[in-house]
């Protein structure tokens, strides 16, 4: 048995502090709820996914809206991946897909998680998929009677602008959103690249603009950023590369 799936960071609801999380071992997956009450702690299963919602779970973890509704991603029947949405009724748990993946240009295997924007729009990443093959940024949209529209925002080239990202996004106070790559980037640092830092910012009209704000070039650089990055304050991102550094062995960065 191993996670799949984490829920960043406790949430508070009066003297418990709940954590969700899913949980897998193949051919089922289940989310589960750790409560903290005090010091004394209790697990409870709110959903088992069904064989053919869940072969091959992807690396996602979870999110909540304002309503306690959860939110993440699965293989899917299609094993493209889908996202879903769990929600609350009656003392019950009720998981219903939201948005299930091609595996064409509209992106293929979600990873990492997806974010939030104000106007309760969601953004997640695709591994693979979309127009080059090499991943997407896509947005999922609320339209009415519980029914969402995805829209790729970002097709990765498989070049200098990066390829197959697998961690959560970020969003900025302006709506920008940042993230990594595990390739691309510079192709001399290895075959396929080993990675990049970019952020990606609306322009008005559905249009969003991608920068590199850095390519990894290997050696004590660091190579091939696994996890996401976090916002300080003051502008600054901080996350992690899986390789290189001093002792090869991966950096902070």
Same mark, same amino acid.
């Given at each position: 048995?191993?996670?799949?799936?984490?829920?960043?960071?406790?949430?508070?609801?009066?003297?418990?502090r709940?954590?969700?999380?899913?949980?897998?071992?193949?051919?089922?997956?289940?989310?589960?709820?750790?409560?903290?009450?005090?010091?004394?702690?209790?697990?409870?299963?709110?959903?088992?996914?069904?064989?053919?919602?869940?072969?091959?779970?992807?690396?996602?973890?979870?999110?909540?809206?304002?309503?306690?509704?959860?939110?993440?991603?699965?293989?899917?029947?299609?094993?493209?991946?889908?996202?879903?949405?769990?929600?609350?009724?009656?003392?019950?748990?009720?998981?219903?897909?939201?948005?299930? +993946?091609?595996g064409?240009?509209? #992106?293929?295997? @979600?990873?990492? $998680?997806? !974010?939030? %924007?104000?106007? /309760?729009d *969601? &953004? =997640?990443?695709?591994?693979?998929?979309?127009?080059?093959?090499?991943?997407?940024?896509?947005?999922?949209?609320?339209?009415?009677?519980?029914?969402?529209?995805?829209?790729?925002?970002?097709?990765?080239?498989?070049?200098?602008?990066?390829?197959?990202?697998?961690?959560?996004l970020?969003?900025?106070?302006?709506?920008?959103?940042?993230?990594?790559?595990?390739?691309?980037?510079?192709?001399?640092?290895?075959?396929?690249?080993?990675?990049?830092?970019?952020?990606?910012?609306?322009?008005?009209?559905?249009?969003?603009?991608?920068?590199?704000?850095h390519? +990894?070039?290997?050696?004590?650089d #660091?190579?091939? @950023?696994?996890? $996401?990055? !976090?916002? %300080?304050?003051? /502008?600054? *991102? &901080? =996350?992690?590369?899986?390789?290189?550094?001093?002792?090869?062995?991966?950096?902070?960065?």
């Amino acid at each position: 048995m191993h996670y799949v799936a984490s829920l960043t960071g406790p949430h508070n609801m009066g003297h418990h502090r709940h954590i969700w999380f899913v949980l897998g071992a193949a051919p089922l997956f289940s989310v589960l709820l750790l409560t903290t009450v005090l010091l004394a702690q209790s697990e409870h299963l709110l959903y088992s996914f069904p064989p053919a919602n869940a072969d091959h779970p992807t690396n996602s973890t979870l999110i909540i809206d304002k309503q306690g509704n959860l939110y993440g991603a699965a293989g899917g029947s299609t094993n493209n991946g889908m996202v879903f949405e769990l929600t609350l009724v009656r003392n019950r748990w009720t998981e219903k897909t939201i948005y299930t +993946f091609a595996g064409g240009t509209d #992106g293929a295997t @979600p990873q990492g $998680g997806m !974010v939030f %924007d104000s106007a /309760g729009d *969601l &953004y =997640g990443v695709t591994f693979s998929g979309g127009q080059h093959g090499c991943g997407t940024m896509f947005e999922l949209s609320p339209n009415g009677k519980s029914r969402w529209t995805e829209s790729v925002i970002y097709s990765f080239a498989c070049g200098t602008d990066g390829a197959n990202p697998r961690a959560a996004l970020i969003l900025d106070k302006l709506g920008n959103l940042y993230g990594t790559t595990t390739a691309g980037g510079d192709e001399s640092c290895q075959a396929g690249g080993c990675g990049t830092v970019f952020e990606l910012s609306p322009r008005g009209g559905g249009n969003w603009a991608e920068t590199v704000l850095h390519r +990894f070039a290997g050696g004590n650089d #660091g190579y091939m @950023p696994f996890g $996401g990055v !976090v916002l %300080d304050g003051s /502008g600054n *991102l &901080y =996350g992690t590369a899986a390789l290189g550094g001093k002792f090869g062995r991966g950096i902070v960065f």
